[in-house]
């Protein structure tokens, strides 16, 4: 896995206590926030295999994907959550498809997709 994602990271969307009620949901011994934060991982790594994506943007992605699984099992996912999965999703098929771009340069025509940093292009 190249995703991290944290519990930490989620508080920004989540309280502890509603990450507190979602485990209480939960079967004995089973831990939902983890298991959601493991596939929120891996579809994000799924996506961008093969792809030099920053770490940290790989990060938001995942959060912005756990936070919307998460939100669902409380049965309280809000517009803002809702649009933030829908983006992450369609930014991760615009790197799976080689499209994303890393910097809008809208005045340098000649980068190609995934450009970042100094260099025109990773591959």
């Known amino acids: 896995m190249n995703c991290i994602l944290t519990e930490s990271a989620l508080l920004g969307a989540l309280t502890a206590s509603q990450l507190e009620d979602i485990r209480k949901q939960a079967p004995a011994g089973e831990d939902p926030v983890t298991e959601s934060i493991l596939t929120a991982c891996a579809k994000v ?13 790989m990060s938001g992605w ?28 369609k930014e ?15 005045t340098n025509s000649t980068r190609g997709p995934l450009a970042y940093g100094s260099k025109k292009k990773i591959r």
């Open 62 to 89: 995942a959060r912005d994907i756990c936070v919307f699984y998460l939100a669902k099992i409380l049965h309280k996912t809000t517009d803002d959550q809702r649009t933030a999965y829908e983006n992450a999703l």
């Open 92 to 106: 991760l098929q615009d790197v799976r498809g080689g499209t994303f771009r890393f910097l809008s340069d809208s």
């Open 45 to 57: 790594d799924a996506y961008c295999q093969g792809r030099a994506v920053p770490g940290p943007l």
